[in-house]
């Protein structure tokens, strides 16, 4: 049968031109594809996130979960990914897919930790990374040093890694929090801790090793690395690990540079933003800025500025505008000039802080140990509070921000709050 | 359907793997249970455990003998595998109505098997507590020896103590009381088990249940500049090969002399005070030296924390070292498997002093604690083969730093 232009195929090309219309419009929506978000930096692109809620308004859906975990929750497309662990030495992980629209629970993946570690806080558990997803798989990284990969339609397990198997229990004792990041085909883990703490890089697909890096000098710390794009194309892996900062080759683990000044233990996670590097480690630990992209030990030549005022010794920093914001653990909030460092305000937030913060547009928002989420004008020159949501349980996950819709991980639920119009007040 | 029946087990095999017989579903459960095992580091193995586990997750009960068998290894990862394929067949089981037969006598069996692992025999048991309530709580008070349930044993031997005792039964509340202690494993457990022992007339030795080792020769402090302890060799190091010399003397951190001298810790979980019992100082290394006696040959474990960093010898080879600073001494933070020979045994440990934290109001605690035990920590019956203390030739450490 001869085909027209206007006939047949020129149906299928208005049906495949809709086909990608759609499929551009669907790519607009933000997915929250691991720890802190698409960028690794909290911020979100949504303009439609909720301001205000509450524990019996504007919920769309609360699922219960099984056990503990301050992994944030990831979200991609209609999935949203948690992990949890429970039992005796929190022996027990979880791996759970919900459906993003209602909550109803998809698959749930029961496994064994090989080696929990034997100390850890009641905020942490064995699930305290978050895991990482590119839509078609996730990757899921706990305390006891197994990774897993799942399709993640399905749940079917791809392949599972013991870590702490093959390279040694990973003894820290509040259990690794160190979330994993996709570079290319690779995975990325740093695993920081008292014994041979080193940075791997598994093949997505088999989970085999492309590289190892041993670290040594560098024991425990809970920071989650940083993948950075210099202007001339070239990725660097950013890892912030007792007393340096160092940067590696993502590709082969070669060494590029390294800074110093940064405390004996690490948590929070480096920030990228236009070009410039935000690390910081507390309590007491400097904020600094860095320039990254030298060879060697950058410490007098790279940082531009350091500002110890108002470091945390968990939550990581967010920036917004040409502001920096940093909450310490004991609800003092911090503002810099992203610029130049020196402070725009500070101001108790009060209650304790284990949440990382997280933004949408100019919204900044702070969730407290005690499931208060206050919302502040972010990128100004003075304080601004917005709004202050009680959701009535503890939450010490950091929040998630996908399609407009607002994750909350509390102690036992996993909550979705409802997008609003999206104008701001 | 009787599950020790073998007729009957066949032909519930027969009819449900369809159109194989069940000497050849029997063969093809064993080759995809082998590849399973098959399974190792660097993801070995996970394409074909992938398909295997999707072939053995579309049979029902008449595999769980076997799963369970398989799941029975060290193998972590091919437990995972396994465990997949045993949460689909349960799940899918418990869901039917009405829910068919498990073979819950051979999974009782598999329960209270302690040579079996305890992560799987824990699963099993939350499956049967499932479909009869209550096995828990019948099963796990007898199991105060078994190593996955004893904690759960040890908590209910206390709570019948204490029942005992409110109700004036002294003479059962300490039979309980012992059989929690004998049991216990667990520090916290052990010392509420010691505590409520003492209630009723009986002081028990922890140090001696754990396995702690209180009997030392310190020596220090040696100057340690900053954080430098760590990496430095000091002489005692240069000689741990060929033995440490107990009579030798050394320039010590200020350029006086130090000596050896004996330390004999009191704290009731073994912990020793260097601030004390070497000198309150910072910036420094000092050295813990100790012989052990042990009855045979033996694999052990070496458990142990300090303030700041610890570096241990035994028998002249290094065995375990670790770098912190700041994190204060913990009831068995590291850990590491050794062999001791029949006889005596000698250990060099080295413990640092760093400098002062930045807050004054911080303590600088200097702090060593260690012990031998089994791998559920337990003593392995070693003895100090050091000389016996005496109230002129020693230190003595009472208050641990916590």
């Known amino acids: ?425 | 359907m009787s599950w020790t029946r073998v007729p009957a087990l066949g032909l519930f095999v027969g009819l449900t793997t369809g159109l194989l017989g069940p000497a050849a579903w029997a063969e093809e459960i064993g080759d995809d249970l082998a590849s399973v095992a098959r399974t190792g580091p660097g993801g070995r193995g996970s394409i074909a455990a992938r398909k295997a586990t999707d072939r053995l997750a579309r049979n029902g009960l008449e595999l769980l003998p076997r799963l369970l068998e398989a799941m029975d290894t060290d193998n972590i990862v091919a437990a995972n595998w396994y465990r997949i394929v045993y949460e689909q067949i349960t799940r899918r089981e418990l869901a039917r109505d009405p829910v068919p037969d498990f073979p819950v006598s051979f999974l009782k069996t598999y329960i209270t098997n302690p040579k079996r692992q305890g992560r799987v025999r824990r699963l099993v048991l939350d499956l049967v507590e499932r479909l009869e309530p209550g096995t828990t709580a019948s099963l796990v008070p007898g199991l105060l020896a078994d190593p996955e349930f004893r904690d759960d044993a040890v908590v209910a031997a206390l709570a019948r103590g204490d029942r005992a005792k409110q109700a004036g039964r002294n003479r059962e509340a300490f039979g309980e009381y012992r059989k929690a202690f004998r049991a216990a494993r667990n520090s916290g457990q052990i010392g509420t088990a010691a505590d409520r022992l003492k209630a009723v007339g009986q002081e028990v030795s922890i140090v001696a249940h754990m396995g702690f080792v209180t009997n030392w020769f310190l020596l220090g402090p040696f100057d340690a500049p900053g954080t430098t302890g760590f990496e430095l060799v000091l002489p005692p190091e240069k000689q741990v090969a060929a033995g440490v010399d107990l009579a030798a003397t050394y320039t010590g951190k200020g350029g006086g002399r130090i000596k050896w001298t004996r330390h004999h810790s009191g704290d009731r979980f073994g912990q020793s005070n260097l601030n004390g019992a070497i000198a309150a100082v910072k910036e420094a290394v000092g050295y813990a030296y100790t012989e052990v006696i042990s009855p045979r040959k033996q694999s052990v474990q070496i458990r142990c924390g300090a303030d700041d960093n610890i570096t241990i010898w035994l028998n002249g080879k290094r065995v375990l070292r670790r770098l912190q600073w700041l994190n204060g001494t913990r009831l068995d933070r590291f850990r590491t498997t050794v062999t001791l020979k029949k006889g005596r045994n000698r250990m060099l440990v080295k413990v640092c002093q760093g400098p002062q934290h930045k807050n004054p109001a911080v303590p600088n605690n200097w702090s060593l604690q260690l012990r031998i035990c089994d791998a559920g920590g337990g003593g392995v019956g070693v003895t100090s083969g050091l000389p016996a203390a005496t109230e002129k030739n020693t230190s003595v450490s009472r208050e641990s730093v916590r």
């Open chain 1, 1 to 425: 049968m001869k085909r027209s232009w206007n006939g047949t195929i020129g149906r299928a090309l208005l049906l495949g031109a809709t086909i990608m219309a759609v499929a551009g419009e669907e790519s607009r929506a933000e997915n929250w594809p691991g720890w802190r978000g698409p960028d690794r930096n909290g911020v979100s692109r949504d303009t439609g996130v909720p301001l205000n809620w509450s524990a019996d308004s504007n919920v769309a859906w609360k699922t219960p979960l099984p056990g503990s975990g301050i992994s944030n929750p990831v979200i991609f497309d209609d999935r949203v990914f948690v992990t949890a662990s429970d039992g005796k030495n929190l022996v027990n992980l979880h791996v759970i897919c919900l459906e993003r629209d209602t909550g109803r629970i998809r698959w749930h993946q029961r496994l064994w930790g090989t080696a929990p570690t034997r100390y850890h806080g009641n905020k942490s558990s064995m699930a305290s990374p978050s895991p990482v997803t590119d839509g078609r798989h996730v990757w899921a990284f706990f305390g006891t040093g197994d990774v897993f990969c799942f399709e993640s339609a399905s749940g079917r397990m791809i392949w599972h890694r013991s870590l702490s198997g093959e390279y040694g229990v990973i003894e820290n004792r509040f259990a690794t929090s160190s979330s994993p990041l996709l570079y290319r085909d690779t995975i990325l883990l740093q695993v920081d801790h008292y014994g041979d703490s080193y940075l791997v890089a598994l093949d997505r697909k088999t989970g085999s090793n492309r590289w190892k890096v041993d670290r040594p000098g560098r024991w425990l710390s809970w920071s989650s690395p940083q993948l950075i794009r210099l202007k001339d194309g070239r990725h660097e892996l950013i890892v912030c690990g007792s007393q340096r900062v160092e940067s590696f080759d993502p590709g082969t683990g070669r060494a590029l540079w390294t800074a110093g000044e940064m405390r004996r233990e690490c948590i929070p996670t480096p920030l990228f933003i236009d070009g410039r590097l935000y690390v910081v480690s507390g309590p007491s630990g400097p904020s600094m800025r860095i320039r990254p992209g030298g060879t060697g030990d950058v410490t007098k030549t790279h940082v531009e500025w350091k500002n110890p005022r108002g470091s945390p010794f968990v939550p990581s920093a967010i920036v917004v505008g040409k502001r920096y914001y940093l909450v310490t653990d004991g609800g003092i909030a911090t503002c810099l000039d992203t610029e130049t460092g020196k402070p725009v305000w500070q101001k108790r937030f009060g209650g304790g802080f284990t949440a990382s913060p997280v933004a949408a547009g100019d919204r900044i928002y702070w969730v407290n140990e005690s499931g208060v989420t206050l919302v502040i004008r972010g990128g100004g020159d003075r304080y601004e509070e917005l709004a202050k949501n009680t959701i009535g349980e503890s939450v010490f996950a950091s929040p998630a921000i996908s399609q407009d819709r607002f994750f909350l991980r509390t102690t036992r639920h996993l909550v979705c709050l409802k997008g609003a119009s999206g104008k701001s007040p």
